[in-house]
């Protein structure tokens, strides 16, 4: 899991030798599909199940992140139902993107919640893009990301680790470490398989609608204050109250 455009396609076609696995080239995200790939470890002889998911910031407007977490939620509960447990959480980060912003706190906020707190030490915060900063850089900014955004996860038995995408072996290193953990279950697939809750009440969910609560709250300001400008505004500028109007219709639509 992360964010689009941190390299989680790349590791897997990478790792699997796979070219059908699909890889950004452009600023757009690129998996919107949760897609499962496997490979045979032919140092622990192990079949080892991929799988990739779409980030909760996609740039694209053809999903939204609710539709995402259905997704990925449908998977995972395929997967108890099948009684099959994971071994590992990779967790992909830029480690040379310079602020930690909205959208990635909002991605790391939906991964702990999907997690909780019992599936930490099944987690490896991975960095990647290390070719793009020195290394003096990146080790300061790994040491912020231990200490500040992915502090909870690390106390929690998190891992960090470096990728270097020239590299299979660093892939293979990555997967060597997670097939020592004792695999779990997430929080969310026992909060709808044993507390019966609904998607939306699973703590994944109830993210996502603080989120939305959030942006129209944010529109209905905007609806307010643009309201009494149109009201305030002179008759003699009919064109300058048209465009307010529409973007008043604009607003609701959006609202609605
Ligand atoms: N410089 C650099 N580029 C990378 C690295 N890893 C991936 N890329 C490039 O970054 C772009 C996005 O990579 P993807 O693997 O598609 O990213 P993703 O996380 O799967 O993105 P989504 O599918 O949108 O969620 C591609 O152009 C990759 O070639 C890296 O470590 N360094
Ligand atoms: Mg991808």
């Not at 609710?66 to 099959?84: G, P, S």
Request: a negative charge; aromatic letters at 6%; glycine letters at 6%.
């Amino acid at each position: 899991m992360g964010s689009t455009g941190t390299g989680k396609s790349s590791f897997i076609q990478l790792l699997t030798n796979n070219t059908s696995v699909k890889i950004g080239n452009n600023l757009d995200s690129l998996t919107s599909e949760v897609q499962v790939f496997r490979l045979l470890d032919h140092t622990s002889g192990h079949n080892i199940v991929v799988v990739d998911t779409p980030g909760f910031d996609d740039s694209r407007s053809d999903i939204t992140d609710t539709a995402i977490l259905k997704k990925i939620t449908e998977f995972l509960l395929n997967q108890y139902d099948e009684q099959r447990k994971l071994n590992g959480l990779i967790y992909f980060h830029r480690v040379s993107d310079p602020r930690f912003g909205g959208q990635a706190s909002r991605n790391v906020k939906m991964f702990r919640n999907l997690c909780g707190t019992n599936a930490y030490r099944n987690i490896v915060v991975l960095t990647t893009f290390w070719d793009r900063v020195s290394m003096e850089e990146g080790l300061m900014r790994e040491e912020q990301l231990k200490s500040t955004f992915f502090g909870d996860i690390v106390t929690g038995g998190a891992r960090f680790m470096r990728h270097d995408r020239s590299s299979q072996l660093s892939a293979l290193q990555v997967i060597a470490h997670i097939l020592m953990l004792a695999p779990t279950n997430l929080q969310i697939q026992e909060e709808i398989r044993i507390e019966n809750r609904i998607l939306e009440d699973t703590s994944a969910g109830l993210v996502l609608r603080e989120e939305v609560e959030r942006v129209l709250e944010k529109h209905r300001q905007e609806l307010a204050s643009l309201g009494k400008e149109i009201d305030t505004m002179k008759q003699s500028n009919e064109s300058l109250k048209k465009e307010l109007e529409e973007e008043r219709e604009e607003l609701q639509q959006h609202l609605a």
